[in-house]
């Protein structure tokens, strides 16, 4: 069964920085696509950032040239370094799979960790 543990987050003033990590355990993480996903309060949850076994990477628009994510297979690790960080930011952020660097249908999603809390303060 994975396990998924995102760690990171906090309360940060706008323009600020945080780096999220997620650890996997209990399956072959470097065979997969991975992304990074938030839920704001009364809205859904959405893809962010995604990032391929070969290291491609993908980002929805309202974070690009502010967000990079990285992995480390090594250490079953993904990574989201957030810069320039904007009140709307505010969320639940979560990491799982991302086949195809998409958002993961529902069979294909691993079971959802606890997420990390991200509140951007104006």
């Known amino acids: 069964q994975v396990q998924l543990v995102e760690s990171g987050g906090g309360l940060v003033q706008a323009g600020g920085s945080l780096k999220l990590s997620c650890a996997a355990s209990?399956?072959?993480?470097?065979?997969?696509?991975m992304g990074w996903f938030r839920q704001a309060p009364g809205k859904q949850r959405e893809l962010v950032a995604a990032?391929?076994?070969?290291?491609?990477?993908t980002y929805v628009d309202s974070v690009k040239g502010r967000f990079t994510i990285s992995r480390d297979n090594a250490k079953n690790t993904v990574y989201l370094q957030m810069n320039s960080l904007k009140p709307e930011d505010t969320a639940v952020y979560y990491c799982?799979?991302?086949?195809?660097?998409?958002?993961?249908?529902?069979?294909?999603?691993?079971?959802w960790g606890q997420g990390t809390q991200v509140t951007v303060s104006s």
């Open positions: 209990g399956r072959t993480f470097s065979s997969y696509a």
């Open positions: 990032i391929s076994v070969s290291g491609r990477t």
């Open positions: 799982n799979t991302a086949p195809s660097l998409k958002y993961c249908a529902a069979t294909m999603c691993w079971n």
